[in-house]
DNA sequence: GACAAACTTAGGTTGGTCATAAAAATATGT
DNA sequence: ACATATTTTTATGACCAACCTAAGTTTGTC
């Protein structure tokens, strides 16, 4: 076995990867022209020119054919968290980190084209998905807490909070976009929103799980 | 029409509840026999000898023939805050409900039997439809406070907050089921949790939404 | 007897799963 | 070194169950 193949991957693994991507680039195109239910599995495999179990083998579910950079939003809060500096308590590190988003816009946040917006509010299936997602990175938000504070159903009851704030102003953000506003303008909102989400939470979680110094 | 008719329903509508109660029985009696997802609705059809379409026609969803009391478990936290005192907080009004419920062990915290709550925690499906009910339940609440209040936004954080502790707790209730403790542990057990994640919360919107006297 | 509502029958679409064939990587024999 | 056999990975066609549409059929009501 030669260095080289290990590290490319070798033929497998390049077809393997042209193949995914075949499959994702034709399905979202159909996606944005149709809408998200209006395409069928087999329509994303009539057009990637693969067998229908190709595309269901790449992509487990349809939904996750829409929604990218997955593992990214889930592990987000509970990163952020993990990384926070001494003296800094779990609701002020997720309030600086969202500050710092709102400024760069990060599609985390919910900044997307008003294209993939429109696709995913008028898509049960996608709305539903992009909830699963909300859950488990609360899921792991509640794991980080619970794994640093010893009290699992304190740490639960703290990132369902915070997680809530974190989808509701995810929600706002998605619902300015579908409104018409340019992402500047929804930033400009935001920062306002955000504020005031932060500052209601910030008497019940200000001190909660303070990084020891 | 005669009164009498239009309040009892006369012999179609007794009929119609007999149906609608039959399929219910058969189905939820197959559910916790083999699992929810191991039985078809043609199976449930066969059992309550009714056509496949009339199944689908009473309960749409397969899911709803599990889940009951779904219009009382969303509307419950708007109507609980509607109707509370003069001088009284959402908040307040929302913990002396919780602790109202959970001394006479109300279903719509959690309070299921053993094997209702195994039938759901085994099924991706229901437990996907239960969240949906979470969901819904919080918009309730949020158009309540939202129409009281006037703040949209203030009112779907405020809501996303309370709705996130009943979450939390209901969760916390299913999971001590599974665990096989009985409903007196689990209630004694849960109202210090209550009390926990309330505390946490009160300091947010303790004063927030207060009837005006 | 006429009307309306509930039920049935039938067909078709979709997302997802299963056993199997094809292809690529690895091991083996000459 | 080269051809062949074995094993693992990837793709495929056939299939299942949920759900919808749209007719026809029975049953209760006036």
């Known amino acids: ?13 390049l077809k393997k990867q042209q193949t995914r991507q075949a499959i994702s680039d034709h399905a979202t195109r159909l996606f ?11 329509d994303v495999a009539a057009a990637a020119q693969v067998a229908k179990m190709t ?11 829409a929604l990218d950079h997955q593992d990214e939003f889930v592990a987000s809060l509970a990163r952020t968290v993990a990384a926070r500096p001494a ?12 500050r710092g988003a709102i400024a760069r816009q990060d ?47 304190r740490a639960r009851v703290a990132a369902a909070l915070l997680a809530a704030v974190h989808r509701t102003l995810f929600e706002e ?5 579908l409104d018409g506003r340019t992402n500047p303008e929804i930033a ?8 005031e989400a932060f500052a209601v939470l910030e008497p019940a979680l200000g001190d909660y799980a303070v990084r020891e110094v």
């Open 1 to 13: 076995m030669t260095t080289t193949q290990a590290v490319t991957g070798g033929l497998r693994e």
């Open 55 to 65: 595309v269901t083998n790449y992509f487990p579910r349809k939904e996750d054919l």
């Open 87 to 98: 003296g800094e308590s779990a609701f002020g590190a997720l309030r600086a980190a969202y």
């Open 173 to 177: 953000t998605l619902r300015r976009t």
């Open 32 to 42: 944005i022209e149709r809408g998200f239910d209006k395409v069928t599995i087999a």
């Open 188 to 195: 400009a909102a935001l920062a306002v929103s955000t504020e």
């Open 107 to 153: 599609p985390v946040l919910g900044f997307s084209g008003p294209t993939f917006a429109r696709m995913i509010a008028d898509s049960p299936a996608l709305t539903a998905r992009l909830r699963d997602f909300h859950d488990l990175r609360e899921q792991a938000l509640a794991g980080e807490l619970a794994r640093e504070t010893g009290d699992v159903v």
